[in-house]
């Protein structure tokens, strides 16, 4: 893919604000385009917008094909009458600068339920035509996505493996049955869709007018508990009952001295392969329609991935097992043609992993927090020994904010000892030349002076935030990706300055 230099901002939806509990695709993504505008920003990086299951992470969705209807904008629903103004305007007190998962989920579910029946009953024949139109394009995977939640819906949330036999195994008569009871239910959901892919274009072609792309994120892995699983048993490393007969994750690393058992079923392989990937390619197509641009979650996975027991209490016990390497990509590319894909190959990276990357043009990720330490990899963290084909980050989701990263004493966010956190800030303020510029503008000066093509900075990072705005803390299975931010954070002063550094070196 080729990339032309620019810069931009990660940013996920849920972290908009907005009077709803969590961001949406309402007037706050689209004054959050205008800051983006006013900064001299191209990119709008954003996580995966698939409906959050477990932990509410964007990583172990319930599909990766749907959209998260937590992020359709109920204020539009207002305004095509489909909610009452008096509803919205008794809405709950949530919280500004997090987001209260279980109240926003009853509250934003029972308006969208409502809004569905008043769509049915109400809405124009050219409405409800492309409905139809949007259900008939989208069947292949809409169908199994919404028959899956309202069935989990009616076993009170339970795991899909706790369901009676037939539909857990997906007897046809049972998928006929379930269907036919459960139809009202079905096209609820199936409206939600409806509704969120057609916020999200409304947003995408805004962006497209002022020259600004979106970059998602494909996940490598997809949740157990998905439509995804359920509906594809024969792709994953299941037992008889679909329970995984081995999990994901990844080795020892900066984040765990016992690495991270992600939990997540690893694929059949061989089975992808015989099928003709038939299922990645919607998958990446999906995305590609989605997205501008996607970075590929965990890309060393796919030459070789971290196999770990099914009963194990940490990853440290996995192996390394094969991935379909670059014939998988090839399948891709021959039926998608060019793919606009970042590889996200932090870790151990081989020269076989990097192989594949260059074979296929995919440019790759550095993070600037990671250069100063005592890791061996970390002078190709430098931007002196960047690339140009890479896209460069203070940090990521999965980092400390760099106000945080720069006054944690290391214990609870990585593997370092307070004498590692000594040298790492000695080396960083040599390098960086570091006098009285605050660290989080000194970080995002270097990776925006870089020659890397692209560069992106957590918003967090430009608001100058600490750790109380951290989106995700590896290994921990609660208290994540709440954070949000203020409107009145996105100040004139940050705006110019943001622009100012972006025009000094031609972003």
């Not at 800051?35 to 932990?55: A, D, I, M, N, R």
């Not at 048993?233 to 058992?261: E, N």
Request: net charge negative.
């Amino acid at each position: 893919m080729k990339l032309t230099r620019r810069s931009g901002i990660l940013l996920h939806i849920s972290s908009l604000p907005g009077r709803h509990g969590i961001g949406d695709l309402g007037p706050s993504a689209y004054q959050f385009v205008e800051f983006l505008v006013e900064s001299g920003q191209k990119l709008w990086q954003v996580l995966p917008v698939c409906p959050t299951g477990y932990g509410d992470s964007p990583y172990q969705c319930f599909s990766a094909f749907a959209g998260n209807p937590l992020f359709i904008d109920l204020d539009a629903l207002r305004e095509q009458d489909l909610l009452p103004s008096t509803d919205l305007a008794e809405a709950p007190s949530f919280p500004l600068d997090r987001v209260d998962y279980g109240s926003v989920i009853n509250f934003k579910l029972s308006a969208l339920r409502q809004a569905a029946n008043r769509f049915f009953a109400v809405s124009s024949h050219p409405e409800q035509a492309r409905f139809a139109i949007f259900c008939q394009k989208n069947a292949w995977w809409l169908d199994d996505y919404t028959l899956f939640m309202v069935c989990k819906e009616v076993h009170a949330g339970a795991v899909w493996t706790d369901w009676e036999p037939a539909i857990r195994q997906r007897a046809p008569t049972a998928l006929k049955e379930w269907s036919a009871r459960l139809a009202r239910e079905i096209q609820v959901r199936k409206y939600w869709q409806f509704e969120f892919f057609r916020q999200w274009e409304n947003l995408k072609t805004h962006c497209h007018r002022f020259d600004i792309r979106i970059m998602g994120d494909i996940p490598m892995y997809v949740a157990h508990d998905s439509a995804d699983v359920w509906a594809h048993q024969d792709l994953f490393r299941l037992d008889a009952h679909g329970h995984p007969t081995a999990v994901a994750g990844v080795p020892p690393d900066y984040f765990s001295a016992t690495g991270q058992l992600w939990g997540n079923p690893v694929y059949r392989w061989d089975v992808a392969a015989d099928s003709g990937y038939g299922w990645w390619i919607d998958r990446f197509r999906t995305s590609f329609q989605l997205f501008d641009i996607a970075r590929l979650d965990h890309f060393r996975g796919f030459e070789a991935y971290w196999e770990v027991p099914v009963d194990a209490i940490t990853a440290a016990s996995g192996k390394w097992s094969k991935g379909p390497g670059a014939k998988f990509f090839q399948a891709l590319q021959d039926e998608l043609g060019e793919l606009p894909i970042v590889a996200e190959n932090l870790g151990v990276i081989t020269g076989e992993v990097e192989a594949i990357r260059k074979q296929f043009g995919f440019p790759g990720m550095s993070l600037l927090q990671f250069a100063f330490g005592t890791d061996p990899q970390g002078s190709s963290f430098r931007p002196h020994n960047y690339p140009r084909e890479l896209v460069a980050y203070t940090g990521g989701h999965d980092n400390d904010t760099t106000v945080g990263w720069w006054s944690s004493s290391g214990a609870g966010d990585s593997t370092r000892t307070p004498e590692d956190v000594q040298k790492e800030r000695e080396f960083a303020r040599s390098y960086l030349g570091l006098e009285n510029e605050a660290i989080n503008w000194a970080l995002i000066r270097a990776v925006l002076a870089s020659v890397a093509d692209m560069a992106i900075i957590p918003l967090q990072d430009v608001l100058g935030l600490g750790s109380e705005a951290r989106m995700n803390l590896p290994g921990s299975v609660s208290g994540n990706w709440k954070w949000r931010y203020q409107p009145s954070a996105l100040t004139n002063e940050i705006t110019q300055r943001l622009k100012m550094l972006t025009m000094l070196y031609d972003r």
